[in-house]
C-alpha cells in the first residue's frame, strides 16, 4: 500500500498489515498505459516488489486515450518517467514512438515494456515471451515435439515467439476464420518452427498430436466460467502426458485445466506469465534482480476472491 509524504508526520500511512512507502520529491516514476486502465494488476505486483525491496520507486497507473498516445509519451519524456507498460490498445500503435524497438517485439509486432536509454530515447521490448515460457522447462528438448495454439489474437503472437524460441518442431495456430489466420502466418517472417495454420474443425486431428496445448482465447474467462474452448470430447483426445496451459488467470483453474487434469495431463494457468512478464519489465527498470516470489504473492492474494 502506498501513503503519501507529510511534511508534519513522515510516517507510512498503510493500510495495517501491507508494506508501506513514503512518497518524496526524489521518487522515481514508472506505471502503466492503457484505455482503459483501472483494471490493470500490474501496479499491485510491481509496487509489491519495489516496497519489499526498500527502493524509492513508486509504479502507476496511466491512464491514456488513443487521441493522447504521442501527446502522453512526449509528456513522459519531459517528466522523466523512467519506464512503463503498455497495455490495450497501445501496444501495436506505440511502435512509431519508440526509437529502438527489440527483434522480438519487432517479430510480435507489439511492445509492452518501454525503458530510457543513456541517450533520453525510447527503447521498448516485449516481455511477454519471457513469461510465457518461464513456466516450461528451458533445459527440455522440444524439437521433436508439436505444440497448438487455440486462437490467433495478440497474445497468440508472443505464445508463438516462445514456442519458437523453445524450439519446438512443429506449432499449429488453431483459429476460426481462415482470413485472420492467413495474415497471421504471413506475418512472420522466418521462425524456429514450423508455424502451421488450421481452422477450428480440425481439431480433432491436431489434438492428439499435442505434448503442449495453449489456449490463448478469452473463452472460460471470469464470468463465463463454465466455458472451456474444448469440448469434453475434444480433451478425451489430449495425451494423457501432454500439457495444457491456459493464459487466462480468472478464475484459477478454469474449466479447460479442470478438464485437462481430469485427462492427467499437466495443468499451467496465466498467472505464472503474468508475473514473470512483469518480473522481466521491473527487471530492464531497476537493473537488478527482483522478488519475483513477492510479486507472485501480491496477485495471488488479489486474485483469490475470484475463485
Ligand atoms: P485478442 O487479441 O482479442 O485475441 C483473442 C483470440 O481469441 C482471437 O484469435 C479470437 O478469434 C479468439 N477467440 C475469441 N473468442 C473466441 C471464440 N468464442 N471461439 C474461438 N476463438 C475465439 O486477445 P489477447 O490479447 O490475445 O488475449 C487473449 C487471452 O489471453 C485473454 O484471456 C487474456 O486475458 C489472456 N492473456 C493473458 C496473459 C498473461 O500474462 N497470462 C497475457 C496476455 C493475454 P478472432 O480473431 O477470430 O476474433
Not at 488513443?66 to 519531459?78: E, M, R, T, V, Y
Not at 522480438?104 to 509492452?112: D, H, V
Request: proline share 6%; charged share 15%; net charge neutral.
Amino acid at each position: 500500500m502506498l501513503s503519501y509524504f507529510n511534511n508534519s508526520n513522515e510516517q507510512a500511512l498503510g493500510t495495517a498489515g501491507s508494506m508501506s512507502q513514503i512518497i518524496t520529491g526524489k521518487t522515481k516514476l514508472l506505471g502503466v498505459i492503457g484505455h482503459p486502465i483501472e483494471h490493470s494488476l500490474s501496479p499491485i505486483m510491481h509496487n509489491a516488489a519495489i516496497a519489499h525491496l526498500g527502493l524509492d520507486y513508486v509504479y502507476l497507473p496511466l491512464p491514456v486515450h488513443p487521441d493522447n498516445l504521442q501527446a502522453a509519451i512526449s509528456g513522459f519524456a519531459a517528466i522523466d518517467l523512467g519506464g512503463f507498460n503498455i497495455t490495450i490498445p497501445h501496444k501495436q500503435a506505440i511502435k512509431p514512438l519508440i526509437a529502438e524497438i527489440s527483434p522480438t517485439a519487432k517479430a510480435i509486432g507489439a511492445i509492452n515494456t518501454v525503458w530510457r536509454t543513456s541517450s533520453g530515447t525510447w527503447a521498448g521490448t516485449n516481455t511477454d515471451v519471457e513469461g510465457f515460457i518461464a513456466p516450461l522447462h528451458y533445459n527440455q528438448d522440444w524439437s521433436q515435439k508439436t505444440a497448438v495454439v487455440l486462437g490467433n489474437g495478440g497474445a497468440a503472437r508472443a505464445v508463438v515467439a516462445g514456442c519458437a524460441q523453445l524450439g519446438f518442431g512443429e506449432t499449429y495456430v488453431v483459429g476460426r476464420n481462415a482470413t485472420k489466420l492467413a495474415e497471421f502466418i504471413a506475418s512472420w517472417d522466418s521462425l524456429a518452427t514450423k508455424l502451421l495454420v488450421r481452422t477450428w474443425d480440425k481439431l480433432p486431428l491436431l489434438i492428439p498430436q499435442a505434448q503442449v496445448i495453449i489456449n490463448t482465447t478469452p473463452i472460460g474467462m471470469y464470468p463465463n466460467v463454465t466455458q472451456s474452448p474444448l469440448s469434453d470430447e475434444e480433451m478425451a483426445l489430449l495425451r494423457a502426458d501432454a500439457i495444457a496451459y491456459d493464459l487466462i488467470y480468472t478464475p484459477r483453474p478454469t474449466k479447460f485445466l479442470q478438464q485437462a487434469k481430469a485427462r492427467g495431463a499437466t495443468a499451467i494457468d496465466g498467472l505464472e506469465m503474468l508475473v514473470q512478464q512483469g518480473a522481466a519489465a521491473l527487471t530492464i527498470w531497476l537493473q537488478q534482480p527482483v522478488p519475483v516470489d513477492i510479486m507472485r504473492q501480491s496477485l495471488q492474494n488479489h486474485l483469490s476472491k475470484y475463485k
